[in-house]
């Protein structure tokens, strides 16, 4: 992984977005299926470091972006 991929993607386990954890984007209900590990490109993992599978789809997500569902 790149540098800041792999930064960003510990950040996120660290703040307890594994893998199964269900979250919302806003209201629309989801959970986190995998991390963005692309080092290019428009949404990056630097930046976008959680996959997150909801009705509409996967979408790559920032940390500001999602809240965990408790």
Do not use: D, W
Not at 4 to 24: K, L, P, S
Not at 41 to 58: I, M, W
Request: proline fraction near 1%; aromatic fraction near 8%.
């Amino acid at each position: 992984m790149h540098g800041g991929v792999e930064q960003a993607v510990h950040t996120a386990i660290r703040a307890g977005y594994r893998i199964g954890q269900r979250v919302r984007i806003g209201r629309v209900a989801g959970r986190v299926v995998g991390y963005n590990i692309g080092a290019f490109g428009r949404y990056c993992g630097a930046s976008y470091p959680l996959l997150v599978k909801t009705e509409f789809g996967v979408a790559k997500c920032s940390l500001r972006e999602v809240a965990a569902e408790h």
